[in-house]
């Protein structure tokens, strides 16, 4: 269990000099009185206020270092990956760019599948979307009319910029989210995976089968190949950032506590359902804006591509750096990512020292393998499940 649900639990536990300093005149007991997100003032607390309070004169808390560590870790990573993808060639820029995107969509999982607890298998769908809605929206014009011929005229007759495009990909991947969700997000355990994964199947099929849409079962190809290197590091940044935010948000804090102890979570009135929708909306809009960078990064895309493989991939990114974490997610998702690169070119013949020449087909084998012995040996993650810390900045408060 960790600080947030000890800290809900902890309110029936008032001793004798808490119960007496909190008599009022309306006659309620302590508890009565109690309302989620309350917290006592930082000097009796002894520690400062977290992010997203308020104190006593209504002013909002600012951020401690610890905090502050929490965010600068990943991000100062991901910016070394983009300096890393400026500086090199041409054929090995694309696997940079690639991490990145990873990180992006790996980070919007972990906002949802982290924080709750929830397993899903459905988040790709939302990656998918966003792609496809990019990409379709990109083309200039005068291809839709020769390519994508039996698409809606509304979208056929018009085209957006690249950062409109992310924006609506973003958009489109909450609102079905947030559709799916309202009746998914009361499903736990191995029924919420199942249901996510329905949601999955339906959406690759209508992508492939739905030609009003998209190409269906053909290439989209012709899309403006936008996402560089500064594109991928800052579009890898806003997602680290905004599931920063919501972690260390009231909203955050509720659905883990309520991900460590539903019971008690309950107990306090945390309305489990409406924080797993929230969650869940807030990962389709970070999966859908990522899907967007995916698909300007390839140039072309296919249903295939936002499919299994990369539903396997990305929860194996998760689970490998650590599934309870932001830092594990970018650890999980570079760590991973850069050895996908590898043995995909290793399947083609790679030398490093000495040549590398797997068979086809191998590489997923060797993934697989790898996340069963960190499932074994480390069920943490390599992170262990924490997150960035600094222990000169832990020595120096304490």
Known sequence: MDRDARRLRNRFCLGPRQRR???????????????????????????????????????????????LAELLG????????????????ASNEVYFLNAL????????????????????????????VGAFAAGVMTVPV?????????????????????????????ALGGVFAFVVGLPLMRLSGLAAGIATFAVLEITHNVLREWTKIGPGATTLALVPETTGALQATLGALVAIVVAFLYQRSRRGRLLRAS???????????????????????LSGAL??????????????????????????????????????????AVIGALAVSGLDSFLSRAESGVHVVFTFNLWQGTRLVFLAAIMALVLIL????????????????RRGRG
């Open 287 to 328: 999966a859908g804006f990522a899907g967007g960078l995916y698909v300007h990064l390839l140039g072309s895309i296919t249903t295939e591509q936002v499919y299994l493989e990369l539903t396997f991939l990305t929860l194996a990114m998760l689970v490998v750096g650590g599934l309870t974490s932001l830092w594990g």
């Open 378 to 393: 480390r069920p943490s993650g390599l992170t262990g499940g924490r997150e960035f810390r600094l222990r000169w900045l």
């Open 101 to 128: 995107v990873s990180v992006a969509i790996v980070v919007a999982i972990y906002v949802f599948v982290g924080i709750s607890g929830v397993l899903s298998f459905g988040q790709i769908s939302f990656v998918a």
């Open 259 to 281: 991900r460590e102890d539903p019971a008690v979570a309950r107990s306090v009135g945390v309305n489990i359902h409406l924080e797993r929708l929230l969650a869940f909306t």
């Open 21 to 67: 300093a909190s008599n009022r005149q309306d006659g309620l007991s302590a508890v009565g009185r109690l309302r989620v997100g309350d917290r006592r003032p930082a000097a009796a607390a002894g520690r400062p206020l977290r992010l997203g309070t308020q104190g006593r004169d209504g002013a909002r808390v600012r951020l401690p270092l610890g905090a």
């Open 142 to 170: 005068e291809s839709k009319k020769g390519v994508l011929t039996t698409i809606f005229p509304l979208l056929r007759d018009h085209s957006v910029g690249n950062v409109p495009s992310l924006l609506l990909a973003a």
């Open 74 to 89: 990943p991000a100062l990573l991901v910016v070394l990956v983009g300096v890393l993808a400026t500086t090199a060639s």
